[in-house]
């Protein structure tokens, strides 16, 4: 699996500048590639451009070659907003992909509890959601995301809205379910600090340019640790193209 971007323009209507410009990237299957930038540099716009919710004013976006025309199942999205239903509770969310999939009962039943253990939410599957804490319900909202069998993983702040601590802890179970898994994940965040421990790759979006500034490959081992050396060289050199995005 292979997504290609070429000549990514979007331009809306009731917007005076374009919201992107002539964006070009690839992603290899298995790459955890993460987009950061200001506010405002069409970071999210990218994403909902690849999950086919929003429509290219020009350019392509290419899945194995073949144009992205609209949502699909080889792409699933987890939002800021875990965006779970309150009238099901934790089990009933995570199998609620397979149901509208028409996956059989008992697969949807042994996929949820897969991805219920891997979340360390097995003892809560028949907890109502608002008996949940915030990191919790966005457990739960990545098992449902994992139980599609989906080509990529498109999270846009899936952490933001979390105290730091709980999403310091998400963060490193993401990682571990990454390398064991494998999935091809593009990942919106802020914050630099997440980037550079969570991606291969670190896509630094220009506000000014509202298009891609650079690409930084980070060059660590896993899993990574946030005081390192070369760790902390490489948040000060992408915060530092971040805080400059103007040029």
């Not at 699996?1 to 990237?25: G, Q, R, Y």
């Not at 690409?215 to 050199?237: E, K, M, S």
Request: proline share 4%; glycine share 6%; charged share 25%.
């Amino acid at each position: 699996m292979t997504l290609v971007l070429k000549n990514v323009n979007k331009h809306f209507s009731n917007a005076e500048e374009p919201t992107l410009n002539d964006v070009n990237l690839e992603i290899q299957r298995g790459e955890f590639v993460c987009i950061v930038g200001k506010s405002g540099c069409g970071k999210s716009t990218l994403l909902n451009l690849i999950a086919g919710l929003e429509t290219p004013t020009q350019g392509e976006i290419l899945l194995d070659g073949k144009p992205v025309t609209g949502p699909g199942a080889d792409r699933v999205v987890m939002f800021q907003e875990h965006a779970l239903f309150p009238w099901r509770n934790v089990i009933e969310n995570v199998r609620f992909g397979m149901e509208i999939a028409g996956a059989p009962k008992e697969e949807q039943e042994q996929k949820a509890m897969k991805y219920l253990r891997m979340m360390q939410l097995e003892e809560y599957r028949d907890y109502p959601i608002h008996q949940l804490s915030g990191g919790m319900r966005q457990r739960v909202a990545l098992a449902r995301a994992l139980t599609l069998d989906s080509e990529i993983l498109l999270m846009d702040e899936p952490f933001s809205a979390l105290d730091k601590q709980t999403a310091n802890r998400l963060r490193s179970e993401l990682q571990d379910i990454w390398i064991k898994m494998k999935r091809t994940i593009l990942f919106i965040t802020h914050s630099v600090e997440e980037a550079v421990y969570l991606g291969d790759r670190v896509v630094v979006m220009s506000e000014k340019k509202q298009s891609i500034k650079d690409i930084i490959t980070i060059g660590l081992p896993r899993p990574r640790h946030v005081y390192d050396d070369a760790f902390v060289q490489y948040r000060h050199q992408i915060l530092e193209e971040v805080q400059n995005g103007e040029e």
